[in-house]
């Protein structure tokens, strides 16, 4: 077996134990919630305890759980009656233990899903397979850099930029979509220019969808610090994230002497409108999967 198709096993045991951990916590989360509602109905007068919704059923989503929780406040009123009501019976939920294991089961999930997003970035190279298709794997809107004031698509367009190159290196075919700015967009200082959203695509089927995201080349913060930076872009602003100090460091604040990298070929599209084919995507579908 290749290091590659070791690779994408490892990520499929990592994806089958996320969605088996979340399968069981949406069966015990609506254990929690009939559990819960019975703590509320204690705490409800004959009329109130009408009114309360029943527990969600599993699988039970926690947006479930915390919607019928809510609406079961509710149910207790707001006068002084009911803020006593409500906070017996979050004492009673309290000494259940419920609190305590909705946040063990939310570290669990997360320590799931950090594998699972681990697991996808040591797969080396492109994934496809059954049902390959076009799949959005990054989207980058002039709103995520609005902070950047008339600099925001000059941001949103390099990140997205980035992203598409980091695929392209790892070996995607790869489509890059500039979608006009809705009607429905107000005008204002971030949205003066055509374009509010730039796509990138990459060719790949459901498991790429999820693992591509996760994938990049190896190379230094220095390198990435000016691959910003060649894109013509401040990456101290593009990541917010990262200390000035250090852009200066890597020598990212001054321009690579290799110059820019020839530019991408964006099509432009309607911000709703759906992708049209390519020449030879049909052909694409009876390429071998990959990894090997």
């Known amino acids: 077996m290749s290091a590659a198709a070791s690779a994408l096993d490892?990520?499929?045991?990592?994806?089958?134990?996320?969605?088996?951990?979340?399968?069981?916590?949406?069966?015990?989360?609506?254990?929690?919630?009939?559990?819960?509602?019975?703590?509320?109905?204690?705490?409800?007068?004959?009329?109130?305890?009408a009114r309360l919704v029943p527990a969600p059923p599993a699988p039970c989503r926690f947006s479930d759980l915390q919607h019928a929780y809510r609406s079961w406040r509710d149910a207790l009123g707001k006068g002084a009656k009911g803020v006593a009501a409500i906070a017996a019976a979050d004492a009673d939920v309290v000494s259940r233990g419920l609190d305590v294991r909705l946040a063990a089961m939310f570290d669990e999930q997360r320590a799931a899903g950090e594998a699972e997003r681990e697991a996808a970035s040591r797969v080396p190279?492109?994934?496809?397979?059954?049902g390959a298709s076009w799949r959005l794997i990054r989207s980058v809107s002039?709103?995520?850099?609005?902070?950047?004031?008339?600099?925001?698509?000059?941001?949103?367009?390099?990140?997205?930029t980035l992203r598409a190159r980091d695929l392209i290196e790892l070996g995607y075919r790869v489509r890059c979509i500039a979608r006009r700015r809705p009607a429905s967009l107000p005008v204002g200082p971030y949205y003066l220019g055509p374009i509010w959203a730039w796509d990138v695509y990459a060719w790949t089927c459901s498991e790429g969808e999820r693992i591509a995201p996760h994938q990049s080349p190896l190379r230094s913060l220095a390198d990435d610090l000016?691959?910003?930076?060649?894109?013509?872009?401040?990456?101290?602003?593009l990541w917010s994230c990262v200390p000035h100090r250090l852009v200066e460091a890597a020598g990212a604040d001054?321009?690579?002497?290799?110059?820019?990298?020839?530019?991408?070929?964006?099509?432009?599209?309607?911000?709703?409108e759906p992708l049209p084919p390519l020449a030879g995507d049909a052909n694409l579908l009876d390429a071998p999967a990959s990894p090997a």
């Open 10 to 49: 490892a990520w499929r045991v990592a994806r089958a134990a996320a969605l088996a951990l979340r399968d069981a916590h949406e069966v015990e989360m609506a254990t929690i919630a009939a559990t819960a509602r019975a703590a509320y109905a204690a705490a409800c007068t004959p009329a109130q305890r």
């Open 125 to 130: 190279g492109p994934v496809s397979g059954d």
């Open 142 to 160: 002039i709103h995520a850099y609005g902070t950047q004031g008339l600099g925001a698509a000059s941001y949103a367009r390099a990140s997205a």
């Open 226 to 237: 000016r691959r910003a930076r060649d894109e013509g872009v401040n990456p101290a602003a």
């Open 254 to 272: 001054r321009v690579s002497d290799r110059g820019p990298p020839p530019p991408l070929a964006w099509e432009t599209l309607d911000a709703s």
